[in-house]
Nanobody
Framework: VQLQASGGGLVQAGDSFTLSCTAS????????MGWFRQRPGEGRIFVAA????????YYRESVQGRFTVSRDNAKNTVDLQMTDLKPEDTARYYCAADRTMYSSYWYPEYWGQGTQVTVSS
């Protein structure tokens, strides 16, 4: 599985922004795809994920209600729609996929290259 993320850039607090990830291969279709983020000096943390088969979605608490993860079966893409962005959302965002469905222990096998999102106050 190869993952290619697009989007990323500089936005202002309160703005909306969408990241997109295109997947090649089909191994992830039994599992889930999602997004992680990483700030300088910190570890990579879970943001959102969607189980590919049934579309069940999962979010970290700090983005619940502001971010929406969605998948497109025909295009093999997973988007992360971000609204009401805050400076603390500034991070490098990574698309990820795994053969297993999401769980609290989910740590994907496949990763994209990451894309930077910077939110100015």
């Amino acid at each position: 599985v190869q993952l290619q993320a697009s989007g990323g850039g500089l936005v202002q607090a309160g703005d909306s922004f969408t990241l997109s990830c295109t997947a090649s291969g089909r191994a992830y279709r039994s599992g889930a795809m999602g997004w992680f983020r990483q700030r300088p000096g910190e570890g990579r943390i879970f943001v959102a994920a969607v189980n590919w088969k049934d579309g069940t979605k999962y979010y970290r608490e700090s983005v619940q209600g502001r971010f929406t993860v969605s998948r497109d079966n025909a295009k093999n893409t997973v988007d992360l729609q971000m609204t009401d962005l805050k400076p603390e959302d500034t991070a490098r965002y990574y698309c990820a996929a795994d053969r297993t469905m999401y769980s609290s222990y989910w740590y994907p096998e496949y990763w994209g290259q990451g894309t930077q999102v910077t939110v100015s106050s």
